[in-house]
Nanobody, 119 residues
């Protein structure tokens, strides 16, 4: 059974930092494209950062220079270091694992962790 479990969310003041973690089980971590998404109240879910199975990293423009995605394949864990947080970063953050194997698409989500940036 595949499980993605996020942790590390919370309340932080503007300019502060948080580190999110996504612990994966039941999948071969390095075979998947891993990503962080977020969904703010009343808005669509958006891709924040992705690290693919080849290690290529990409970010949405609004977080470039502030967020850093990384992965520890030995621990099957992905991280999102979030610095210089802004109120507009407030959202539920979700971990995603995606792969296509033999024409079959696999798409797994965590339950989400809440991030609130407020003074």
């Amino acid at each position: 059974q595949v499980q993605l479990v996020e942790s590390g969310g919370g309340l932080v003041q503007p300019g502060g930092s948080l580190r999110l973690s996504c612990a994966a089980s039941g999948i071969r971590f390095r075979s998947f494209d891993m990503a962080w998404y977020r969904q703010a109240p009343g808005k669509q879910r958006e891709l924040v950062a992705r690290i693919n199975s080849g290690g290529v990293i990409s970010y949405v423009d609004s977080v470039k220079g502030r967020f850093t995605i990384s992965a520890d394949n030995a621990k099957n864990t992905m991280y999102l270091q979030m610095d210089s947080l802004r109120p507009e970063d407030t959202a539920d953050y979700y971990c995603n694992a995606r792969a296509v194997v033999s024409f079959t698409r696999y798409d797994y989500w965590g339950q989400g962790t809440q991030v609130t940036v407020s003074s």
